[in-house]
């Protein structure tokens, strides 16, 4: 098999951790504007370094009660004093601080439980701190609401194991560097709305338990929740992420939507327990062996997800989702709507008679025109096809030309196998009532029957004749073509073997029998023609019994004898290719009934 854990298509790691400080980071200019306003703040603030000129508002931070300047500005004296009437479990409020070096440490080993180490708090205001350091949160825990509205964090941002007991708002936030939320368990609401991430995000094996947001969030890297489990979530964005949405083995257990516009969405063994409604743009979408316990729909939004409606930068010109995966993954209860399945992995989906496909899907389809075969030049019509049969054709050593080849690490399926795949997404269309659309999928199945190695010569025989005379009953102008070659050949034997010179006489004679006369009237068999036998008169009788043939009707012309045999071989073949042509033209004009 090609990919990890036995699948065809190969899967991106996911991330365990965040870049190292030796890696560089790919920010978007606006990720390093300076964090200024002239607005002063809500509360009372500190006011330091302020200058009428300059900086009306001078330090935005809360002051520290009963002092006048913030944390950050209080003096070595004050400052241990203040630290000195916290204890675990405390409320703090720092909002519109800037912490730097070892103060957000030194703030955090007080509120610190001396029996475990870690940091317990009780409501924590930090909103619009700045944080000039990297921010690690092992395993501390918020039990009052934890407000990180407008924060702006320049350094990494690392917890793990964290657990917020009450509301977690991070609304408007800067995250300026890799952030990590791995194993949050957020145990009440929690808000991500118009937050700014510049790079990489981590919420791996994160708890929601309550209302999540993230509207308005912008990705600048790939986002992971692996193994995320999202038990009150309905709404998730519309968010855009210029990487990878990773929602591997995440677990949503109410009725969700996701909306995002993203470089590539990942749903690997992800489990949806009620129903899920995924509204994308630009994504590649992977949703190898995924559960669907309910309906589940994917589908291209039209509108990009942006306040202006000006398309998301960074993402393509493209914004219809790409399907690329949906290996393994039960489609009795799968929609889509307006994706492209171009390269869409299809074989080994279960129930896949009962998958839906809506709106202006995309398919493969095969290489059209004049194509080389056998060293003879044939028309090849377009139909639609899957990708699978794509690298079929492409790894065969004549007629690859055309067609796309399968990566290096992907295994290539043979016709017996690619057959099935076929009959199921052609039922799937019949009982849909949509026939046109089955006839593409019919014509795949039959020509992988013809090259499957299963089957006996015989068969393959009879497939072979029908896909050439009429293409499987769906070319209706190769099987008029054949006609027209019939009845060519039809007139021209008439003409030259089946027609007399001049229909024979009745002759009537009178012999005496027993004493009674006895009138006999007897008819000659017609001659062999002789002489000119390519004239005018000859062909209109040639055609006539031509086109009565065509309708399987006798001309009731005198015919030689190898006449005869050329009327009965053509009132054989030329109806059967008349109603070749008739099947074809049905299949792609019937209506469902």
Excluded at 184 to 207: K, P, Q
Excluded at 280 to 298: C, D, K, N, Q, T
Excluded at 528 to 549: C, H, I, Q, W
Aim: aromatic fraction near 10%; include cysteine.
């Amino acid at each position: 098999m090609g990919g990890p854990d036995g699948l065809r298509h190969p899967r991106p790691t996911v991330l365990a951790g965040i870049r190292s400080e030796h890696e560089t980071e790919d920010r978007a200019p606006w990720c390093d504007q300076p964090m200024t306003t002239s607005i002063p703040p809500e509360w009372p603030h500190c006011g330091h370094g302020a200058d009428p000129d300059i900086d009306p508002v001078g330090c935005r931070g809360r002051r520290v009660e009963p002092f006048a300047e913030c944390l950050a500005h209080l003096t070595d004296v004050d400052r241990t004093a203040y630290l000195a009437t916290l204890s675990p479990g405390a409320d703090v409020d720092h909002r519109g601080t800037t912490f730097a070096g070892e103060l957000l440490n030194e703030l955090f080993a007080t509120l610190a439980d001396p029996g475990t180490h870690l940091s317990k708090l009780g409501e924590a205001l930090f909103e619009q701190a700045e944080f000039d350091c990297h921010v690690q949160f092992y395993r501390a825990e918020f039990s009052g609401r934890a407000g990180f509205d407008g924060a702006k964090f320049a350094g990494k941002f690392m917890s793990l194991e964290v657990k917020f007991d009450s509301l977690a708002s991070f609304v408007g936030a800067e995250f300026r560097n890799a952030a990590s939320f791995a194993a949050a368990d957020f145990r009440g609401n929690v808000y991500f709305d118009e937050a700014l991430f510049c790079s990489h995000t981590i919420f791996n094996l994160a708890v929601f338990r309550g209302s999540t947001g993230f509207g308005g969030a912008v990705f600048l890297g790939d986002v992971r929740f692996y193994k995320a489990s999202f038990e009150r979530t309905v709404m998730v964005g519309p968010l855009v992420s210029t990487g990878t949405l990773d929602f591997d083995a995440a677990t949503f257990g109410t009725a969700v939507t996701i909306e995002a516009a993203a470089a590539a969405v990942y749903c690997w063994r992800t489990r949806w327990a009620a129903t899920a409604a995924l509204r994308l743009r630009y994504a590649s979408v992977h949703l190898g062996y995924a559960v669907m316990e309910y309906p589940v729909s994917i589908a291209t939004h039209s509108r990009p997800f942006t306040s202006d409606g000006t398309a998301e930068p960074g993402l393509g010109d493209d914004a219809r989702a790409r399907m690329m995966s949906l290996q393994g993954v039960d489609a009795a209860h799968l929609t889509l709507a307006d994706v492209d399945l171009t390269d869409c992995f299809i074989a080994e989906t279960i129930h896949l008679d009962q998958l839906r496909l809506e709106g202006r899907y995309v398919l493969p389809l095969t290489p059209s025109g004049v194509r080389w075969r056998g060293g003879l030049p044939t028309w090849w019509t377009p139909r639609r096809t899957l990708i699978e049969e794509h690298h079929w054709r492409a790894s065969r050593s004549t007629g690859a030309d055309g067609w796309t080849p399968a990566p290096a690490e992907v295994e290539v399926l043979e016709p017996v196998a690619l057959a099935p795949v076929y009959r199921q997404l052609r039922k799937s269309f019949e009982d849909s009532k949509h026939e046109p659309g089955a006839a593409d999928f019919y014509y795949g199945e039959m020509e992988m029957r013809r090259h499957a190695d299963d089957i006996p010569r015989s068969e393959r025989a009879l497939l072979t004749t029908y896909w050439a005379l009429s293409g499987y009953g769906l070319r209706a102008a190769r099987a008029l073509g054949w006609l027209a070659i019939a009845m060519t050949a039809t007139i021209l034997l008439m003409m030259g073997f089946g027609l007399p010179n001049e229909p024979p006489k009745q002759e009537i004679t009178r012999e005496r029998v027993g004493g009674h006369w006895k009138t006999i009237i007897d008819k000659p068999d017609p001659k062999n023609p002789t002489g000119d036998r390519f004239t005018g008169k000859r062909f209109e009788k040639a055609l006539n019994v031509t086109l009565n043939s065509v309708v399987f009707r006798s001309s009731g012309q005198d015919l030689t004898t190898a006449g005869i045999y050329i009327e009965m071989t053509s009132r054989l073949t030329e109806p059967v290719l008349l109603g070749f042509a008739g099947l074809a033209v049905r299949g792609r004009v019937k209506r469902g009934s």
